[in-house]
C-alpha cells in the first residue's frame, strides 16, 4: 500500500480541510469583491496562503485537497470546463509543491525566527512560485477564451499579485501559531502567561488594536470620505487625500507591532491591519458609489501592493528583532551558565567526600534547570547500578538507594554508543527498547537527559535528569551545561579517589601483602597443575606410544634371528604390525592436532545445512567402522528438521569424533542412537549409545584438554583430544555440548546449533 492504514484517516481529514479551505475562502473573496461567479481573476485571492500553509503544516497528501478545491471552485464559475478547471487545479497544487519543495530544500523553519525565513518565504513562496502559476493559469484563460490578448499581461500580473500577497499575509499567521511543540509543563506554560502579562503584551496588544479601530474609523465617517466623485474645489482636492491616508496609515501600526509584539503579535497585526485597509478602501467606493468589481479591483491593486510591502517589511523586522532576542538571550544563559558552573565547581571541589561531591551536583542541577528529578548512578563491578545521590520535587517516587534487579551495564553502553548523550522529549514517542521502557514506566518519567560519567576509562555512572510531570523539550544549552558539567564532576570524583587512596595507604599496604601472598600461592597452584599436566602428557607418550613400538619391534627382532635370507611373514603377524602402526599414527596425529589448534582459532565458514544430511555423510564415511564392530545404528533424525547455521566440514567432523568415540570406548555389537529436536531457536542434536558408560569424575573433566583417562581405560589408545576439539568447534558456533552418562548403563552426549 503506498499509505499506511494507520495514516489513512489524518491523510483524508488533512486533504477535505485543505479542500474546503480553499473552496470556502475563494467564493468568500469572489463575494467580497463583487466577482460573484464570473470567470476571472482576482487580485484578492486568499486560497493560495491558506492552502500553502495548510500543506506544510498537515502534510500527509494534503496538496490532493488543493487540486479539489481548485477544480471545484472553478467549476463554480460560468463558462469554465472540466478541462479548464483540470488545468486551473494542476496550476495551483504545482505552485504549493513547486513553493514547498523548495522551501524544505532551503531548511525553511515555520516559527519565522530568521530573516532567511522570510526572505525564502518571500522568495519562493510569493514570486517564484505565484509566477508559475500565474503563467500557466493565463495561458489556460487565454486557450479556454476566458481571457482576451489584450489582457493577458494584465491578468498575469493579478494573478501572480494576488497569490504573492495571500502568501505574505496568510501564510505567516496560520504556521506561526498553528505550528506545534512540546510543552513543558503546565507550571512551565502558567509561568509563561505571567511574564507575558507582566510585560504588558496584552495591554499593549489591546492598545494597538483600539488605536488602529479608533483611528481607521474617524477616516471613514468623516465628512470628506462621503464626498461624491463629481464634487470639485478644495473638498475633492481633500477628498482625494483621504484615500492615500487611509491605504497607508496601518503601517506605523504594523512597525510598532514588529518592534513589540514578536512574531505571533506581528502576523496577527498585520492581518488586521491589511483587513482595516482592504475594508476601508471598500467601504470608501460603496459610499461615492463607485462599487462595480472593476472599480474596486482597481483600487484593491494598490492596497495589495501596499499590503505586500508592508507585510515583507514586518516580517524581515520582526525576524531581525527575534535573531537578535535570540543572541542576546543566548548571551544571558551563557553568562548564567558560566556563573552556574563556576559556583558549582567551586562547591564540588571545596570537598574531596566523594558522596558529599555527587549530592552537591544534583541539588544545583535540579535548581538551575527547575527539573521535577535529577540523580546520579554508579555501576559495580558485576553490572549493576545503584542510586546514590538524588534530588527530586515531593509527589515524585525517590530512587536514592534503589538497586536494579539485574546487570544492566552492558545495556546502558549499548544506549551511549549510539549517542555520546541520551537525550529524550518525550518518552511515550521516542523509539527505546524494551528495558528503557520499563524503566520511563515504573519511574513515572516523561521526559530525561542522560549524561556518561567516566573514569578510568571505563563508564563509572550516569547523570539523570528527569521530567515526570509532562514531556520536555531540553534546550540546547541545558545539554551543553550537563555535559560540562559531568566533566567537572569526573575531575571532582578522581581528586576524591585519590584522596581516598592516600587516607588509605598504610591499609592498602598490608592488603597489597597480603594479595601478593594470595598470588604467589595461586601461581604454585599452578605451576603444581602444569607439573601434573606434564606427568599426564609424559605418562601419554611414554606408556600409550611406546607400548606399540615395543610390540612391533619384538616382531621384528623375531624374524630378524631366522637365518633366511628371505622370510615369510603370516597374515596374523603383519596385522598386528599394521595395527601397531595405526596406534602410533593416531597418537601423534591427536598431538599434532591438538598443537595445531593451540596457536590459532578455528575459522568457520558458516552456511544454511540441513543437519540429516551431515549425519548421512558421516555414517557414510563410518560405514566400515561400524561394520568391523557390528554397531547396530538406530538413525531418529527427523527429514523435516529446520536449517542450521554452520560449517558442514567441521560439523561433520564433530560427528565423526563423537560417533568414532562410542566405537572405540565400548565393546562392540553396542547400539548406537542419534537423535535431534528443534528448541526455541536452536537445534538440539543426541549421539548417545549403551555402552560400559564413563564415571562422573571423568564426565567433567571430558571436553577439557588434555583429558586424564581412569584407570579402567588405561589400554585404550589416544589422547583425549577428540573430544576436546569438538568442545571448541561447537563453541566457535555460538553452540553448547554436553554429557550425561551412567556407568556400565549408557552415555549420552549432546550438542546445540542455531537455527537459520
Not at 497544487?93 to 525566527?113: D, N, P, S, W
Not at 549530592?359 to 540523580?375: C, I, K, M, P
Not at 518519567?445 to 571505563?458: F, T, V
Not at 576436546?724 to 546445540?752: D, E, M, P, Y
Request: aromatic share 8%; charged share 15%.
Amino acid at each position: 500500500m503506498w499509505l499506511k492504514q494507520s495514516k489513512l484517516v489524518p491523510a483524508l481529514l488533512a486533504i477535505a480541510l485543505v479542500a474546503v479551505a480553499f473552496f470556502v475562502s475563494a467564493k468568500f473573496t469572489f463575494t467580497l469583491v463583487q466577482l460573484n461567479a464570473q470567470a476571472k481573476a482576482s487580485v484578492l485571492y486568499p486560497p493560495i496562503g491558506i492552502s500553502l500553509a495548510g500543506v506544510l503544516l498537515l502534510e500527509h497528501f494534503s496538496w490532493i485537497g488543493v487540486f479539489i478545491g481548485s477544480v471545484g471552485f472553478a467549476r463554480s464559475l460560468d463558462h469554465v470546463s472540466w478541462l479548464t478547471a483540470d488545468v486551473a487545479g494542476l496550476s495551483n497544487t504545482l505552485e504549493i509543491l513547486v513553493a514547498v519543495g523548495l522551501l524544505k530544500r532551503v531548511g525553511f523553519r515555520l516559527a519565522l525566527r530568521r530573516v532567511r525565513d522570510v526572505l525564502a518565504l518571500v522568495g519562493i513562496g510569493a514570486i517564484v512560485a505565484p509566477s508559475l502559476n500565474a503563467s500557466i493559469n493565463t495561458l489556460n484563460g487565454y486557450l479556454a477564451g476566458l481571457v482576451s490578448s489584450a489582457d493577458v499581461a494584465a491578468n498575469w500580473i493579478v494573478i501572480w499579485l494576488g497569490d504573492g500577497v495571500s502568501v505574505l499575509l496568510l501564510t505567516p499567521a496560520i504556521v506561526v501559531w498553528g505550528r506545534r511543540s512540546i510543552p513543558r509543563s503546565w507550571a512551565e506554560d502558567r509561568r509563561k502567561l505571567r511574564t507575558a502579562l507582566l510585560r504588558q503584551r496584552v495591554i499593549e496588544f489591546a492598545v494597538w488594536l483600539g488605536l488602529i479601530v479608533m483611528f481607521s474609523w474617524m477616516i471613514l465617517n468623516s465628512p470628506l470620505a462621503h464626498l461624491p466623485a463629481s464634487a470639485t474645489g478644495t473638498m475633492a482636492t481633500l477628498r482625494g487625500a483621504v484615500t492615500p491616508i487611509l491605504q497607508y496609515s496601518p503601517f506605523l501600526f504594523i512597525v510598532w507591532a514588529a518592534l513589540r509584539l514578536g512574531q505571533r503579535g506581528t502576523v496577527i497585526c498585520l492581518l488586521i491591519a491589511s483587513f482595516v485597509s482592504i475594508w476601508g478602501v471598500a467601504q470608501n467606493y460603496r459610499y461615492v458609489g463607485e462599487s462595480s468589481s472593476e472599480a474596486i479591483q482597481n483600487a484593491l491593486f494598490q492596497v495589495q501592493v501596499f499590503i505586500g510591502v508592508m507585510a515583507t517589511i514586518a516580517l524581515v523586522l520582526a525576524a531581525a528583532i527575534a535573531e537578535r532576542q535570540q543572541v542576546e538571550s543566548l548571551l544571558r544563559r551563557r553568562i548564567e551558565q558560566d556563573q552556574f558552573l563556576a559556583e558549582s565547581t567551586l562547591r564540588i571541589r571545596q570537598s574531596l567526600d566523594v558522596k558529599q561531591v555527587l549530592e552537591t551536583t544534583v541539588a544545583e542541577v535540579r535548581s538551575f534547570l527547575n527539573a521535577d528529578r535529577v540523580y546520579i548512578s554508579v555501576f559495580d563491578k558485576q553490572g549493576f547500578t545503584e542510586t546514590v545521590a538524588e534530588s527530586v520535587v515531593p509527589g515524585w517516587m525517590p530512587m536514592l538507594g534503589t538497586r536494579s534487579p539485574r546487570p544492566i551495564l552492558e545495556d546502558i553502553q549499548k544506549v551511549f554508543a549510539q549517542s555520546p548523550i541520551r537525550v529524550n522529549s518525550d518518552s511515550d514517542k521516542t523509539e527505546h527498547t524494551e528495558f528503557l521502557r520499563q524503566y520511563y514506566e515504573m519511574y513515572q518519567i516523561k521526559a530525561s537527559i542522560g549524561i556518561p560519567i567516566q573514569q578510568d576509562g571505563r563508564l563509572y555512572g550516569v547523570l539523570n535528569v528527569n521530567q515526570c510531570g509532562a514531556p520536555r523539550q531540553w534546550q540546547p544549552f541545558e545539554v551543553e551545561l550537563l555535559d560540562r558539567l559531568a566533566t567537572q564532576v569526573e575531575l571532582a570524583l578522581q581528586q576524591g579517589r585519590l584522596y581516598e587512596q592516600v587516607q588509605g595507604f598504610a591499609a592498602d599496604l598490608e592488603s597489597q601483602v597480603h594479595d601478593r601472598t594470595a598470588q604467589l600461592q595461586q601461581k604454585m597452584l599452578e605451576l603444581q597443575s602444569l607439573n601434573q599436566v606434564k606427568d599426564t602428557l609424559v605418562h601419554a607418550v611414554t606408556h600409550d606410544l611406546r607400548t606399540p613400538a615395543i610390540g612391533m619391534l619384538m616382531v621384528l627382532k623375531r624374524l630378524q634371528s631366522k637365518a633366511d635370507e628371505t622370510l615369510s611373514l603370516s597374515r596374523s603377524t603383519l596385522d598386528r604390525m599394521v595395527d601397531s602402526s595405526n596406534r602410533q599414527l593416531e597418537l601423534i596425529s591427536s598431538l599434532l592436532e591438538d598443537y595445531s589448534h593451540e596457536s590459532q582459532k578455528i575459522v568457520l565458514n558458516v552456511l544454511p545445512v540441513s543437519y540429516a544430511a551431515i549425519v548421512d555423510q558421516a555414517l557414510q564415511e563410518l560405514e566400515p567402522l561400524l561394520t568391523e564392530n557390528r554397531i547396530k545404528l538406530n538413525n531418529q533424525i527427523p527429514s523435516d528438521l529446520p536449517m542450521i547455521s554452520a560449517d558442514p566440514i567441521h560439523l561433520r567432523r564433530v560427528l565423526e569424533n563423537l560417533i568414532a568415540n562410542a566405537t572405540k570406548h565400548n565393546p562392540p555389537e553396542i547400539t548406537l542412537t542419534l537423535q535431534a529436536e528443534k528448541l526455541a531457536t536452536e537445534l538440539k542434536c543426541v549421539v548417545a549409545d549403551n555402552g560400559v558408560g564413563i564415571p562422573q569424575d571423568q564426565c567433567n573433566q571430558l571436553f577439557n584438554k588434555p583429558y586424564l583417562r581412569g584407570s579402567q581405560n588405561q589400554h585404550r589408545t589416544g589422547l583425549g583430544l577428540g573430544l576436546f576439539l569438538c568442545h571448541q568447534i561447537i563453541t566457535a558456533h555460538q553452540g553448547r555440548i554436553g554429557v550425561s552418562s551412567k556407568l556400565n548403563q549408557a552415555t549420552q552426549i549432546w550438542f546445540t546449533l542455531p537455527i537459520v
